[in-house]
T-cell receptor
């Protein structure tokens, strides 16, 4: 079966522009996570979806960042008025059973965002 | 807050050498512990996991034991191969929580022939 897919794989944008990053989770996985991987900060949690709801948004770094999920499937992470410090690899992961012991998350290949 | 600390890298070994990558954690309660691996040009993938104290996770010749008394989950392999060259991440998640992963900073392993 298909794994987690993300698009685009690479995105170069000018400072101040808005960007949208897309994640298609594994079919049937109700939990979806966004993480950010950057040189200075390592791997950081951004937001968690259970179905279409986001009960944990604690990792979003500022109000320029938002995310939504529709139909319990595809998710979009939007960054408004991008800044250079937003440059990172954005990873999406999905899981069948969140919150239980041994919760295994399956990761997508990531979107590399470069803000110039 | 909850956190994971890994040994600094990069780690450079010769093929067939013994590998240890140290990982310690700080967390309330009883987290689940994981090792994820990122091979060059590929996405993160689960290597092994342990969900309770004294559990040993193992996969592909790698092992790690959940040590509650020392809050550690060190990764070991008896004989590394060039193909093991990758970045290794230790992580925890809290049971009954959202399942979000808290990662260590990652350790780069380079194995030379």
């Amino acid at each position: 079966g298909a794994g987690v897919s993300q698009s685009p794989s690479n995105k170069v944008t000018e400072k101040g522009k808005d960007v949208e990053l897309r994640c298609d989770p594994i079919s049937g996985h109700t939990a979806l996570y966004w993480y950010r991987q950057s040189l200075g900060q390592g791997l950081e949690f951004l937001i968690y979806f259970q179905g279409n709801s986001a009960p944990d948004k604690s990792g979003l770094p500022s109000d320029r960042f938002s995310a939504e999920r529709t139909g319990g499937s595809v998710s979009t992470l939007t960054i408004q008025r991008t800044q250079q410090e937003d440059s990172a690899v954005y990873l999406c992961a999905s899981s069948l059973r969140p919150g239980t012991g041994g919760n295994e998350q399956y990761f997508g290949p990531g979107t590399r965002l470069t803000v110039t | 807050g909850d956190s994971v600390t890994q040994m600094e890298g990069p780690v450079t070994l010769s093929e067939e050498a013994f590998l240890t990558i140290n990982c310690t954690y700080t967390a309330t309660g009883y987290p689940s512990l994981f090792w994820y691996v990122q091979y060059p040009g590929e996405g993160l993938q689960l290597l092994l996991k342990a969900t309770k104290a004294d559990d040993k996770g193992s996969n592909k010749g790698f092992e790690a034991t959940y040590r509650k008394e020392t809050t550690s989950f060190h990764l070991e392999k008896g004989s590394v191969q060039v193909s093991d060259s990758a970045v290794y991440f230790c992580a925890l998640s809290k049971r009954g929580n959202t399942g979000k992963l808290i990662f260590g900073q990652g350790t780069t392993l380079q194995v030379k022939p």
